[in-house]
């Protein structure tokens, strides 16, 4: 059920998708909630869950209801989200994060699919140059991207200004690939740096939400989301999953380059290996 529920994602209008995430991060409080909760939690109307349910085929929320809670006794969820309270204590706040981030890493293996991440190791196998972009949050996680590439011995590089990365964009050629990192998925600079990149050839690869304007531009989606409330607080577990999705790829690249990859690496770790203080360990 919750794998369908993700499936259908990319499917949903704007509106319906907050619903369809709204269950996916909550699942058990979703089956015991009033249509009038969902639609308050959501931010949507409460026509709007109920259409959310006929999309995936149900005729009204009870009937889905149904099916979310025998799905949950079936597949098991160790973890729900709980949102963050101003009257929270620190060990509140500690089991809170944690939490909702070991809910949100186990529930990225619904929404990442297979064919799109071995269809993005495919492109940035053959990438004669990678970029990575992303504006704020999203930003921090484009060099982390950047730092990992670039020791396979790939041209890589990492945009966090907008105007950068529309200058860039004009430069890539259909060798290139364009890794664009946003949660939101809607940066308009970002949109139209993409629009530039694929005119100019480029292949576009998007971390984002399935959906997204970004995800309707792209070449191959790679889908993250995440239950937060990111008007009160930067976001945070969005930032995680877009860092583990970042992992996946270089494993996987590193993976297929093979033996290229692994000389690289002990290259790049000779060279700093006299920058590293020796100490021993076993006393420390």
Same mark, same amino acid.
């Given at each position: 059920?919750?794998s369908?529920?993700?499936e259908s ?5 704007g509106?319906e998708r907050?619903?369809a995430?709204s269950?996916?991060?909550?699942p058990?409080w979703f089956?015991h ?6 639609a $308050?939690r @959501?931010?949507?109307?409460?026509p709007?869950?109920i ?13 889905f !209801? ?6 949950? %006794?079936h597949e %098991?969820l160790?973890y ?5 309270? &101003?009257?929270?204590?620190i060990?509140?706040?500690v089991? !809170?994060?944690?939490?909702n981030t070991?809910a949100?890493?186990? %529930?990225?293996?619904r929404?990442?699919?297979?064919? $799109?991440?071995?269809k993005?190791? @495919? =492109?940035l196998?053959?990438a004669r140059?990678? $970029?990575?972009?992303g504006?704020?949050?999203s930003?921090?996680v484009a060099?982390d991207?950047?730092h990992?590439f670039?020791r396979?011995?790939?041209?890589t590089?990492?945009y966090?200004d &907008?105007?950068i990365?529309l ?12 890794v664009?990192i946003?949660n939101?998925?809607s940066s308009i600079e970002l ?5 530039i990149?694929?005119?100019n050839?480029a @292949?576009?690869?998007a971390i984002?939400?399935a959906?997204?304007?970004l995800?309707?531009?792209?070449d191959c989606?790679?889908s ?5 409330n990111?008007?009160l607080?930067?976001p =945070?577990i969005?930032r995680?999953?877009q860092l583990?999705?970042v992992?996946?790829?270089?494993i %996987?690249l590193?993976?297929?380059l093979? $033996?290229?990859?692994?000389l690289q690496?002990?290259?790049?770790k000779r060279?700093?290996?006299s920058?590293?203080l020796?100490?021993n360990?076993?006393?420390?």
């Open positions: 059920m919750l369908k529920i993700s994602l990319a499917n949903l209008s509106a907050k619903v995430e269950a996916l991060a909550e058990k089956v909630a009033a249509v009038a909760e969902i $308050e @959501a931010s949507v109307s409460q709007t869950v259409r959310f349910c006929r999309s995936l085929g149900y005729k009204g929320l009870p009937e !209801k149904l099916a979310l809670s025998a799905s949950i %006794g %098991g160790p729900v989200h709980e949102e963050l309270n &101003t009257d929270d204590d060990s509140k706040v089991e !809170k994060v944690l939490g070991a949100s890493v186990l %529930g990225a293996r929404f990442l699919k297979e064919v $799109e991440l071995e993005a190791i @495919a =492109m196998t053959h140059r990678i $970029e990575f972009y504006v704020g949050n930003g921090i060099h991207a950047q990992k670039f396979f011995g790939i041209s590089v990492a966090v &907008t105007h990365q200058m860039a964009a004009a430069v890539l050629g259909s060798q290139d690939v364009l664009v946003s939101s998925g949109l139209d740096a993409v629009s990149a694929k005119e050839g @292949a576009v690869i984002t939400r959906g997204s304007p995800a309707q531009l792209a989606v790679l993250v989301a995440a239950q937060e990111s008007e607080y930067t =945070m969005s995680l999953l583990v999705v992992d996946i790829l270089a %996987g590193a993976l297929r093979g $033996e290229t990859a692994s690496l002990q290259k790049g060279s700093i290996h920058k590293h020796e100490y360990k076993e006393e420390s």
